[in-house]
């Protein structure tokens, strides 16, 4: 998985704003938090798919409906289009998903607070994520923050990796 797998799997969720830094730069993180943010846009499509009415639209050709039961369904399917497109207009996306201080952030072009709340939640995972491979992870403030497993840690950092380890 790839951050430009994200963005061909969850296209409504990324800014379309040349100017934003997603736009530009992409997701600005390693591939170890990506199944974080897969988690996260598939719940913000939840929101989406909620507007869904090909349920309604199958019904409607079902045979020997009366026409109160048309209406009925007909109904249903111009109120969740019209619902949806006035969700689209006001939702959210994101405009730039880095790292900073060793832990996840993501920016979007507006609040919600259901959004920003499941936002906070993979912030505050990715602190036990390592960045590089997804494994269980501890935030390291070692010269730089960053999160990383043990084996990944000790890579980078060596004996102070360790001696961290120890004292932290
Ligand atoms: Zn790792």
Known sequence: ???????EKYPLLFSNNP?????????EIEDGWLPLIDILCNRMYAKIRAFDTSFYQKSLLEDGLDEAKKEYLKNKINTS???YKKYIKNMPVFTQ??????TLRIYTSQLDPYIEGMIEMAEDMSEHICEKC???GRLYTINWHKTLCD??????????????????
Do not use: C, S, V
């Open 1 to 7: 998985m790839t951050g430009k797998d994200l963005k």
């Open 19 to 27: 100017m934003e830094p997603i736009f530009i730069f992409g997701l």
């Open 81 to 83: 289009q019209k619902e």
């Open 97 to 102: 998903i880095k790292e900073k201080f060793g």
């Open 134 to 136: 997804g494994n269980k």
């Open 151 to 168: 084996t990944h840690a000790d890579e980078r950092y060596g004996d102070k990796a360790r001696i961290f380890r120890e004292t932290n």
